[in-house]
């Protein structure tokens, strides 16, 4: 399996990464054979969060660790805390963020019960608090560290500004920022190639992340890479997106793999190095998938998937 080295540390996971957002679906005999298959692969990290089915996704977690007999060190683990939920909100992004202290110490010590582990290997503030005040959060993360609950930090879904007016103010360097990023969702790339430009593709809407990452030693973790939109479904065998599953179907068939192998290839090309989160709880597609880490796609290629998606070149 192919690592990756998180920012200039030395800790060095998997390129892929098995998101745990709906093991809460699972009984623990599935959650095991889902992390056998994770261990069989390579893959030898998890992230998740302290919101996936409301913390059952991690209780499912903790009790399949447990239970199938994984070391502590079998697999790097990440979660992530920040989004409120109101007690009748089941919506996805509940009714506010809350970046306190005393709410961040109260959730990662909630997290690790559900797990039934001892530390975090990285921790995640999960997407941008506007009533973030820096220094709750500064002393929240310097006490994780020092009490060894946490070994990394990172943040979801933060601008670049976000994350250096945040870094300005921490005493613990930000490695990791989750965005979402695969085919179907290139925003990043496209305003760098329409820089200055007059098209749509052509405004500050991702900014400069991929280049402020590459300057800041920030990896960045795609999350739903095989989605369209956020979350309105798979592209891959998708008829309404005939023209990229052709060309997926295309280069697949030359490196003897599927083509979400070939959705994940794309993705790993890039130069910022970044890690792809796999969601799924199907062992065979976590296989599938896991295969891409093998396949070194040409630059034509990529650009050729990067224009199929309906794409162009200004």
């Not at 979660?79 to 809350?98: P, V």
């Not at 020092?146 to 490695?175: A, C, E, H, M």
């Not at 599953?245 to 794309?266: C, F, R, S």
């Not at 130069?271 to 796609?297: E, F």
């Amino acid at each position: 399996m192919l690592k990756r080295t998180i920012g200039n540390t030395d800790w060095h996971p998997s390129a892929i990464i098995l998101g745990n957002m709906r093991m809460g679906d699972q009984t623990v005999s599935q959650a095991i054979d889902v992390l056998n298959i994770c261990n069989d692969t390579g893959i030898n990290m998890i992230d998740s969060a302290d919101i996936y089915a409301g913390g059952q996704s991690e209780t499912i977690l903790g009790k399949a660790l447990k239970q199938g007999g994984f070391n502590r060190d079998t697999f790097f683990i990440q979660s992530k805390a920040g989004i409120q939920l109101g007690s009748k909100s089941m919506a996805t992004f509940g009714k506010r963020y809350n970046f306190r202290k005393d709410y961040i110490l109260q959730q990662v010590d909630a997290i690790l019960d559900r797990l039934q582990i001892e530390y975090l290997d990285s921790f995640l503030l999960h997407r941008p608090d506007p009533l973030m005040e820096v220094t709750e959060v500064a002393e929240a993360f310097d006490y994780l560290y020092q009490s060894g609950k946490v070994r990394y930090f990172g943040v979801s879904n933060f601008s670049d500004y976000q994350i250096r007016w945040l870094q300005t103010n921490l005493n613990q360097p930000l490695y990791i920022n989750q965005l979402q990023f695969g085919l179907m969702h290139t925003a990043m790339i496209d305003y760098g190639l329409n820089y200055n430009g007059h098209s749509q593709e052509s405004l500050q809407q991702s900014g400069n992340m991929l280049e402020f990452a590459l300057l800041n030693n920030i990896t960045i973790q795609a999350w739903s890479p095989f989605q369209h939109g956020m979350i309105e479904g798979v592209f891959i065998d998708n008829p309404n997106y005939p023209i990229v599953n052709e060309m997926l179907t295309e280069i697949a068939d030359k490196y003897h793999v599927d083509k979400n192998a070939i959705a994940t290839a794309w993705i790993l090309k890039h130069p910022a190095k970044m890690q792809v989160i796999s969601g799924s709880m199907n062992p065979n597609r976590i296989q599938m998938i896991a295969k891409g880490a093998t396949v070194h796609l040409t630059d034509q290629e990529w650009y050729d998937l990067y224009i199929a998606t309906g794409n162009d070149l200004p």
